[in-house]
C-alpha cells in the first residue's frame, strides 16, 4: 500500500501492519478487563437486589432505578410519587458545574485570545504556565482553596485588611465555595482548547471586519466567536464534565449540605448507606449524561470538519 | 502593523490574562509559605521555619506518612513504567499499523479512562474486583492505576509518533535492518521525548490519584492523597501544608522536565 512513500507520519503508514494485533493485544487485554467489564459488571450491579452489609444478592430488579426517581413511603406500599432528593442532587450537580463552567468561560476565554496573539516564541511559554497547577495534585489544590477560604483564612484577612469588609465572609461549605473549588480545578482546561482554536483563527478577518466599519465589539460576537466556537465548546465540556461528577469539592469545601451526584455515589459505597445497587445505578445515570454530552459534542465537531 | 494590532487587541484582555494567572498560581503560594510558618495555628504567623518539614520526617505521624510515601511511589512507578510499554506497543499498533477495522475501536477503548468519569471508574473497579472475589490491597490499587495510566501515556507517544516520516524505517529496511532492529535502532530513539512525556504524566496521574484508590484499596494501606485527605478529614494542620509543599514541588518538576523534553526535538 504506502510501500516506501514518504506519507509523513499520516494514518496510512503500515510499517508495522503484520503485527498490529499483536501490539495492540496487551491494552485490549488490560483496558478491556479491567476497564470496559467493569462498567459491564456495574451495568449488571444496578439491576440487582442489595444486600444490607453491602454488596448484593443475585436477583434481579428495579429496585435501584425506581429508588432513584419514585418515592413509595415508608414500607413501599404507598402509590409512587416522584422522589425529589436525589433528582435535586443531580439537578445541584448540573448547576455547581454550569456555573463553574461559565465563571471559567469569563476568565479563560480572553486569557486563552490574549495568548493567541502575543508572539509565536512567547506563547508556549504563557501555555506552560497555564498548564503547570493542572499537573499539581487536585487534592492539593483542593485543600489549598480550604486553607485560603477559611473563616479565619488569608483571602478574609486580606479582605479585611483592604478595609472591603468588617467580619469575616463565611465562605466554606457553601454552594459557593463549591463552586470556586470547581472553577480553580478545571480551568486550565477552559483555557487550553479555546487558544488552540485562537491560534488558527485568520486575524485578516477581524481585520475586514474593521473596514467594512464593524466595532470591536461586533467584531468579537460576528467574527471571531462562530470562528473559534469549537474551542469554546470543548473547554465548556471539558470543565462540566469533570465538575458533574466531581468529589472532592463538594466534599471537602461544600460540607454535608453541598452533596453533589460525587458524594452520593461514594457513600453508598464508602458510607453507611451502604446500597450498592443505588450507587452502581447513580453512576450509570451520570455515565449516561456524560456519554451523551460527548456523543453530541463529537457528532457536532465530525459536521464541523466535513464544512470546512 | 500598528492598526493590524489594534484589530487584534481588546483592552482588558492583559488585566484578565494576569487576574488568571494570579488565580491559579495565589492559592498555591500560600500554603507554600505557610509551610514554613514557625507556629503550631494555621491561622497566625510566627515566622519562618522548617519545623514542619522536620515534622513530617520524624514527626508523630511520619511512620503513616513514609509507608504512604513508600506505597505512592512505588505504585506510580510501576503502573506509569507499566502503561508506557502498553502504550508505546499500542501507539505503534495504530499509527504505523495502517489502516485497518480494529483501528478506531482500539483507539476509543485506549481513552475509555479519561472519558468515563473518575468516579464510575472508580464504582466500576470496586465492583468489578468485589465480584471475581479478589482482595483488595496492594495489587488492586496497582492494576487499577496501570489501566488508567495508558491513556495519558499513550497520547504524547501517539502525538510524537504521528510528526515522525515512516522514511526513516524504511531506510533501514532497505539496508536489510529487521522490522524489530527498525524499532528498537530507530523508531524508538526518535519516540524517546515522546515515551519519556508519557511516562512522566502516566507517573504524575498515578501519584495524583485519590478517587479511584479510595474505592479500591481496602482498609490496611494508604497512599499519599488517601492519607493527606484522612489527616485533613480531621482538620487542617501544618504538617500537611508541608507535604503538599514538597508534592506540588515534585508535581512542578515532573511537569517541567516533560514540557523541555517534549520541545525537544532529535529528528533533526
Not at chain 1, 467594512?212 to 470543548?234: C, D, E, H, M, N
Request: aromatic letters at 14%.
Amino acid at each position: 500500500m504506502a510501500g516506501g512513500a514518504p506519507s509523513g507520519g499520516s494514518s496510512a503508514s503500515d510499517t508495522y501492519a503484520p503485527t498490529r494485533h499483536w501490539l495492540l493485544a496487551p491494552s485490549w487485554f488490560v483496558l478491556g478487563f479491567f476497564t470496559l467489564a467493569p462498567i459491564l459488571i456495574m451495568l449488571v450491579y444496578s439491576f440487582l437486589t442489595k444486600e444490607f452489609r453491602g454488596g448484593v444478592i443475585w436477583e434481579p430488579t428495579l429496585a435501584a432505578y425506581d429508588q432513584f426517581f419514585f418515592d413509595r413511603g415508608l414500607f413501599g406500599d404507598a402509590d409512587p410519587t416522584l422522589q425529589w432528593t436525589y433528582i435535586s442532587i443531580f439537578w445541584r450537580s448540573i448547576w455547581q458545574a454550569g456555573v463553574a463552567t461559565i465563571l471559567s468561560l469569563l476568565i479563560g476565554f480572553p486569557t486563552a485570545y490574549f495568548i493567541a496573539t502575543r508572539p509565536e516564541k512567547s506563547r508556549a511559554l504563557w501555555v506552560f504556565l497555564i498548564t503547570i497547577p493542572y499537573w499539581v495534585n487536585l487534592l492539593i489544590r483542593t485543600v489549598s482553596m480550604k486553607f485560603l477560604m477559611r473563616d479565619e483564612g488569608p483571602l478574609n484577612d486580606f479582605l479585611m485588611n483592604i478595609g472591603l469588609i468588617d467580619a469575616p465572609l463565611h465562605m466554606i461549605n457553601t454552594n459557593f465555595a463549591v463552586q470556586m473549588g470547581l472553577f480553580y480545578s478545571y480551568l486550565p482546561f477552559m483555557v487550553l482548547p479555546i487558544y488552540a482554536s485562537v491560534e488558527r483563527y485568520n486575524f485578516t478577518m477581524s481585520e475586514a471586519a474593521a473596514d467594512l466599519y464593524a466595532s470591536k465589539f461586533q467584531t468579537l460576537r460576528r467574527i471571531v466567536l462562530p470562528a473559534v466556537k469549537p474551542g469554546v465548546i470543548a473547554g465548556c465540556i471539558l470543565v462540566f464534565v469533570p465538575s458533574l461528577g466531581a468529589f472532592l469539592a463538594p466534599d471537602l469545601l461544600g460540607g454535608a449540605k453541598n452533596f453533589m451526584i460525587g458524594s452520593l455515589i461514594e457513600e453508598q459505597f464508602k458510607g453507611n448507606a451502604g446500597n450498592w445497587p443505588f450507587g452502581a445505578a447513580a453512576s450509570m445515570i451520570l455515565l449516561t449524561m456524560v456519554m451523551t454530552i460527548l456523543l453530541v459534542f463529537a457528532g457536532q465537531q465530525r459536521r464541523a470538519g466535513q464544512d470546512t | 502593523m500598528s492598526a493590524f494590532n489594534d484589530v487584534k487587541t481588546y483592552t482588558g484582555f492583559r488585566f484578565i490574562t494576569l487576574l488568571c494567572v494570579f488565580i491559579l498560581y495565589a492559592p498555591l503560594l500560600v500554603v507554600t509559605v505557610y509551610s514554613f510558618n514557625a507556629s503550631t495555628s494555621i491561622t497566625v504567623w510566627e515566622g519562618l521555619s522548617l519545623r514542619w518539614y522536620v515534622d513530617v520526617f520524624v514527626g508523630p505521624e511520619s511512620a503513616k506518612f513514609k509507608q504512604a510515601a513508600v506505597n505512592s511511589f512505588s505504585i506510580a512507578f510501576i503502573a506509569a513504567t507499566i502503561a508506557t510499554a502498553i502504550a508505546t506497543a499500542a501507539a505503534t499498533a495504530i499509527v504505523r499499523g495502517g489502516l485497518f477495522r480494529a483501528r478506531g475501536v482500539s483507539l476509543g477503548l485506549i481513552t475509555l479512562p479519561i472519558m468515563v468519569p473518575e468516579i464510575v471508574l472508580a464504582v466500576a473497579t470496586l465492583i468489578f474486583f468485589n465480584s471475581i472475589g479478589f482482595d483488595r490491597g496492594f495489587m488492586t490499587i496497582l492494576v487499577a492505576h496501570i489501566a488508567f495510566c495508558i491513556p495519558f501515556a499513550y497520547l504524547p507517544i501517539q502525538a510524537r509518533m504521528q510528526g515522525i516520516e515512516d522514511t526513516y524505517e524504511h531506510a533501514a529496511m532497505d539496508l536489510y535492518a529487521t522490522k524489530w532492529q527498525a524499532f528498537r535502532r530507530i523508531l524508538m530513539p526518535l519516540m524517546m521525548p515522546g515515551i519519556i512525556s508519557g511516562f512522566l504524566l502516566a507517573f504524575i496521574v498515578s501519584l495524583d490519584d485519590f478517587i479511584i484508590t479510595n474505592f479500591v484499596k481496602g482498609a490496611g494501606i494508604e497512599t499519599l492523597p488517601t492519607a493527606i485527605f484522612g489527616s485533613v478529614k480531621q482538620g487542617l494542620k501544618p504538617n500537611i501544608m508541608a507535604i503538599s509543599t514538597m508534592l506540588l514541588g515534585l508535581s512542578v518538576v515532573m511537569v517541567t522536565i516533560s514540557y523541555f523534553v517534549s520541545k525537544s526535538d532529535n529528528t533533526k
